[in-house]
């Protein structure tokens, strides 16, 4: 399976996930101390043009979480 294809299926679990997330659980805590649920949302969500970058054969742009 392509890393394309594992990507997309990844995005589309994490879609589904977070669609169930409420407004009040976002600051709820997460089994990474470092972050709660807004932060890891975005967390994953800032990820994710580095991710295709790669998947794309391109190298890493750590420009991307500046």
Do not use: W
């Not at 299926?9 to 709660?36: M, S």
């Not at 991710?51 to 391109?58: F, I, R, S």
């Amino acid at each position: 399976m392509s890393e394309i294809v594992l990507l997309e299926k990844a995005l589309n679990h994490t879609t589904g996930l977070l669609g169930n997330v409420t407004p009040d659980q976002y600051g709820r805590p997460t089994p990474c101390e470092d972050f709660d649920v807004r932060a890891l949302t975005n967390h994953l969500l800032a990820g994710n043009p580095y991710y295709v970058t790669l998947a794309q054969g391109g190298g890493p742009d750590f420009s991307l979480f500046a």
